[in-house]
Structures are given as structure tokens and as C-alpha cells.
């Protein structure tokens, strides 16, 4: 009976060591020939690099600047120690100054859009890092006016100001597939422990005394 008090502990830490060593999911074959997985998900996970305190560009097909806030779980130094609050600008590639800006673009189609948020960063131009201004565009307006508006302020999407990520600061950012996996085993790890003193408990009354 003691020889199965280990196994959570010991899979968590095989689990554990899987993720920090890239792996993109653990599985775990049993004599019946059926395989349990676990799941790491990593396509959900981004990186992102800090371009000012609480703010960072994180890297997806089309970067974005984001406001970052402390992640609240308790092992966020395993999984990250940051999570995204809100997107500030999409497609965020250049700076110039404490101007972060984005190369004009038409409208998307704003039919369906309920979430006023969502059209505002939509519309979104450029940031100031210093001041949090944030310079928008007219909805409906053309690409030539969203150009000439970004000129006024002195910003030009060229290659000599578009951002080099990698001169970056990476930054600890909360990894949801970690977290799931370990919430799992913060959860099973404890019941585990409590399950299995009762157990012993219930045992030991039983013995006959000599």
C-alpha cells in the first residue's frame, strides 16, 4: 500500500520536467494497451518582450501591444509571472521615440461588432508609452488619411523605425496549458495525501492489538 503513495508525486514531476524541456504533451501507456495524454498546448502560448514597465509586444503573426498585469496563481513562477490585461494596438511594428505605431490599414468589417473596446483598438494607430495617448483613426477613414495623420505626428512606417523584437526583454508570460496541467495536480496532489493518511488511519484501527 505505501508503494502507491508516490506515484501522483513522482507522474507531476516527470509531468513537470516534459514541459520545461519542450515537450508538447506526456503520455502514459497501460498494460490494456490504451494511452492517456496529457495535453500541453502549446499553440495557445505566445512570447512577448517588454517595451516599457507593464507593457509588451507579443509576438504572433501579427504582433500586438498589450497592457500586461501580475498573474494571481500561486506557482506562477513555474508557468509565468504575467498575464495580458488588454490589447492596446494590433499589429504593432514600429517605433519612433516613446511612439509605438502600426503601418495603416483599412477598416475590417465592423458588421456584428458589439464590443466597443474591441472596435476602438481596431481603430487604434499608434501608443505613447510616456503618456498613454493613443493616437485613432476616423472609422471610415482611408489609408492615405490614417497615413498623413500618423505624418503629422512625425511617424513613418519605414524599415529604420520598425522594432526589433529580439533587442528585447522577454517577459514571464503565463502559459495556460501549464497552468491547467498543474491546477490538476494542485488539486489531486492534496485529496491524494488526505485519501491515503485515512486509509492507513482506518487500517491501523483495524489491526488486531497483540
Not at 3 to 26: E, Q, S
Not at 29 to 54: H, S
Amino acid at each position: 500500500m505505501a508503494r502507491l503513495f508516490p506515484i501522483p508525486f513522482a507522474l507531476w514531476l516527470v509531468v513537470t520536467v516534459a514541459w520545461f524541456l519542450g515537450a508538447d504533451g506526456f503520455s502514459v501507456g497501460t498494460k490494456t494497451g490504451q494511452v492517456a495524454t496529457i495535453d500541453f498546448n502549446r499553440k495557445y502560448d505566445y512570447e512577448a518582450r517588454l517595451l516599457a514597465p507593464g507593457i509588451a509586444l507579443v509576438e504572433d503573426r501579427y504582433p500586438e501591444l498589450v497592457r500586461l498585469t501580475p498573474a494571481w496563481i500561486p506557482y506562477c513562477w513555474l508557468c509565468g509571472s504575467t498575464l495580458i490585461d488588454d490589447v492596446i494596438l494590433q499589429a504593432a511594428t514600429h517605433r519612433r521615440g516613446s511612439w509605438v505605431y502600426r503601418v495603416p490599414a483599412p477598416d475590417p468589417n465592423f458588421d456584428g461588432w458589439t464590443n466597443q473596446r474591441g472596435i476602438a483598438t481596431a481603430l487604434a494607430l499608434a501608443y505613447d508609452l510616456n503618456t498613454g495617448e493613443v493616437l485613432s483613426a476616423t472609422r471610415g477613414s482611408s489609408v492615405e488619411e490614417r497615413r498623413a495623420q500618423l505624418a503629422r505626428k512625425g511617424l513613418i512606417p519605414d524599415d529604420a523605425s520598425r522594432i526589433d523584437a529580439f533587442s528585447l526583454e522577454p517577459v514571464s508570460l503565463l502559459s495556460e496549458g501549464c497552468a491547467i496541467v498543474q491546477s490538476a495536480f494542485f488539486i489531486v496532489l492534496p485529496l491524494w495525501s488526505l485519501g491515503f493518511a485515512v486509509v492507513l488511519g482506518v487500517r491501523r484501527r483495524r489491526q488486531p492489538k497483540t
